[in-house]
Every structure is written in C-alpha cells, then in structure tokens.
C-alpha cells in the first residue's frame, strides 16, 4: 500500500511540474505569431502533454465511446471478465475518495490547529 502512496505523490509532483511547463508555453501560444504558427505550437503541446502525462491522457468524446465499445465487445468474447472491469471501476472511485478525504482532514487539521493556537493566546 505504501508503495501506491508513493507512486501517487510521484504522479501528483510530475503532473505539476507538466502543468508549470505548459502555463509557460499557452503564455508564448496566445501572445505572439500568426495563425498557422499558433495552431501548430497548440498541436506541438497537446502532443507534448500526451507524451509526457504519466496519469492519463487526454481523450474526446468519440475516443471515450469508442473505448466503451471495445470494451462491451471483449466481455461479449469472454476475454475479460465483467466482474473484473467492475472491481477495476470501484478501486478507481474508492481511491479519488481517499484523495479527497485527505485533502478534507489536511484542511480540517490547519483550521483545528489554528483554533488552538487562538484559544492559548486568549487563557494566557
């Protein structure tokens, strides 16, 4: 289990150095050029993004129905199991839940914290 943890934080730090890299770069985009050389910078980061995203990748609407499909035609040849692609499904939910319940007690713990803090100064 500590193993995940570890491999989330890594994920989490990788994907904010991605975001600072790309803030930089949608700067440069949208302030200077002409049109074709903006479109290609746009193409040249979503490809950038693609490659270098550890978490996921981005996907339209027509990719995400196609993957459902692909998807429903395996459990329909028995490749694998609909049992198995739903315990996949829940552990995902189950761990965004932990992410957020962490990120919750972490602000919970900064607001008792600071009501401690406040209440030692007042009894002195």
Do not use: P
């Amino acid at each position: 289990m500590e193993l995940f943890w570890n491999s989330v934080k890594l994920r989490k730090e990788i994907k904010k150095k991605l975001l600072q890299e790309v803030n930089g770069r949608v700067l440069l985009i949208y302030n200077f050029g002409s049109e074709d050389i903006k479109k290609s910078q746009r193409k040249e980061l979503l490809e950038m993004i693609d490659d270098k995203m550890i978490v996921g990748r981005r996907y339209s609407h027509a990719k995400f129905q196609k993957a459902l499909e692909e998807r429903i035609k395996l459990i329909a040849q028995g490749k694998i199991s609909a049992i198995a692609l739903q315990v996949q499904d829940e552990i995902s939910l189950i761990s965004q839940e932990k992410e957020c319940i962490s990120k919750e007690d972490k602000e919970t713990d900064g607001k008792i914290k600071a009501f401690r803090q406040l209440e030692a100064r007042i009894q002195k």
